[in-house]
């Protein structure tokens, strides 16, 4: 049997999806432009691993490379061919993970920097480099404390025995466990290390500071700064004001409203009882769109037609679905097919993630594929 749908373009379906995610790519723009001015002399880079935070690795690259950044940072290899694809110019694209055995040619072809995270992956790029008597450019992390990624202590001593004939690495790197807490002893115990350890490999250029790092002060920028959640939005500085414009506004359909009765129940597990007669309207858009279950009944929605007044999400939020108070507003003002404004001007994705004690990284990682996204500049 024939599928019906073979031959329907698959834009009329993104284009008629229940949610929009609007991405200012100016104001990815204008966050990377601000980082950079801080920390020259040295570079900034740009991380775009998960799909540049869910927001569309292509797009948001091109938009850095256009603004100047020459230095990109993804986590796997296939982000990283995935990348080279559309970025087939003179930038180096890191992978944070590294390399496992039989993908160096992988690396080689595509042009790709790995990052080696241990001694084995630095040896068997040494001994590659030596074997071919040439310098395919790779990165070495150390780990300076956070114990997750890098050289250890327990490694040092085999430094030894690593041939340097050919090899030389591009960059000597780590990563800070506490940069968004400032005064955190952590922050200077990391950087004291690697001071030290930068310097027991052949190398000139390094890299230590993320987002938050880079408000540590000039100490903590080096030669490469690589920032991720601060260039989509997100406060790097979470006790102090964010110096970072938005870049993300999520906006659901109404797919119908409703007057509901006192004490109707709306939602599974009957959470919310209504306490007078009430106005709701049902948006399309739900935990299975990344919009966690959690934020319900601890968030409030925003009419773009009357942002002044806010819409509580009330009972439990659906697989597709959630459903907002629209009493307070003026009768006749909202129909289906109106769009009410979820994460925006009234509540960013930092205001988003204190909602339900997270991190704003997650609330942007965690957004569909069904979502219709739509980029300005």
Not at 42 to 47: I, K, L, P, S, W
Not at 192 to 199: E, H, P, S, Y
Not at 293 to 298: G, N, Q
Not at 362 to 376: F, K, N, Q, S, V
Request: hydrophobic share 40%; proline share 6%.
């Amino acid at each position: 049997m024939s599928n019906p749908y073979m031959s329907i373009d698959p834009q009329l379906f993104t284009h008629r999806a229940g949610a929009e995610v609007h991405i200012d790519l100016s104001a990815i723009t204008q966050n990377y432009l601000y980082l950079q001015s801080k920390v020259a002399p040295a570079q900034c880079g740009g991380v775009v691993k998960a799909d540049a935070y869910g927001l569309g690795m292509v797009e948001v690259a091109k938009a850095l490379y256009k603004a100047g950044c020459r230095h990109f940072f993804v986590a796997h290899l296939d982000e990283g061919i995935a990348l080279r694809s559309v970025l087939n110019a003179e930038c180096t694209i890191y992978i944070l993970h590294g390399f496992i055995p039989n993908q160096e040619a992988l690396f080689i072809q595509n042009r790709l920097t790995p990052i080696l995270n241990d001694i084995q992956q630095l040896k068997s790029w040494s001994q590659l480099c030596n074997h071919q008597r040439k310098n395919h450019p790779a990165a070495v992390q150390f780990d300076t404390g956070m114990s997750r990624f890098g050289i250890g202590q327990d490694e040092l001593a085999q430094l030894s025995q690593i041939s340097w004939d050919f090899f030389r690495p591009c960059l000597a790197m780590s990563h800070l466990a506490c940069a968004d807490t400032p005064d955190h002893p952590a922050n200077q115990q990391q950087l004291t290390r690697f001071n030290t350890l930068k310097a027991l490999i052949p190398c000139t250029t390094a890299s230590l500071s993320a987002s938050s790092g880079i408000f540590l002060g000039k100490d903590f920028h080096f030669d490469l700064v690589r920032p991720g959640i601060a260039l989509y939005g997100g406060n790097p500085t979470p006790n102090a004001p964010n110096p970072m414009r938005a870049v993300v506004t999520l906006q659901g359909k109404i797919l119908q409203t409703r007057s509901i009765n006192t004490g109707d129940f709306i939602g599974y597990g009957a959470t919310f009882v209504a306490p007078c007669p009430m106005k709701i309207a049902t948006l399309s858009i739900g935990y299975a769109d990344g919009f966690f279950r959690s934020l319900s009944p601890k968030l409030q929605a925003r009419s773009p037609k009357y942002p002044e007044i806010p819409l509580p999400l009330l009972g439990r939020i659906s697989m597709d679905s959630l459903c907002v108070d629209v009493t307070n507003l003026p009768e006749n003002s909202i129909q289906s097919g109106d769009i009410i404004e979820l994460i925006g001007k009234s509540c960013s994705i930092n205001d988003v993630a204190r909602t339900i004690d997270t991190i704003s990284y997650e609330i942007l990682t965690a957004l569909g594929d069904r979502y219709h996204r739509i980029y300005t500049s």
